[in-house]
């Protein structure tokens, strides 16, 4: 089993900035990738930016340019720095981590609520 804590939510004024972590412990893969989702109301759960255990790095067009993931392996824990931030921002982000070994495991945090006001 995996848990995943988050932190780092809160509320901000648009144009302000954000640092969200994700602490994973448990049986990890060295092989994995760690990533943010959000979900605003009435939308689908959709990617934010993903990171993987290599150091590959895939990120949501709406967030190029204003928001950084990054991860430190030896702590299993993965951050995502958001500048810039706008009101279609606001959702609750889900910390993601997937391991990959005979078949995928998938495991989500809590949820952290990101609002950013106008």
């Known amino acids: 089993q995996v848990q995943l804590v988050e932190s780092g939510g809160g509320l901000v004024q648009a144009g302000g900035s954000l640092r969200l972590s994700c602490a994973a412990s448990g049986s990890i893969f060295s092989a994995n990738a760690m990533g943010w989702f959000r979900q605003a109301p009435g939308n689908q759960r959709e990617l934010v930016a993903e990171i993987s255990s290599s150091g590959n790095i895939n990120y949501a067009d709406s967030v190029k340019g204003r928001f950084t993931i990054s991860r430190d392996n030896a702590k299993n824990t993965v951050f995502l720095q958001m500048n810039s931030l706008k009101p279609e921002d606001t959702a609750v982000y889900y910390c993601?981590?997937?391991?990959?070994?005979?078949?995928?495991?998938?495991?989500w945090g809590q949820g952290t609520q990101v609002t950013v006001s106008s």
């Open positions: 993601n981590i997937k391991l990959f070994s005979i078949r995928e495991y998938d495991y």
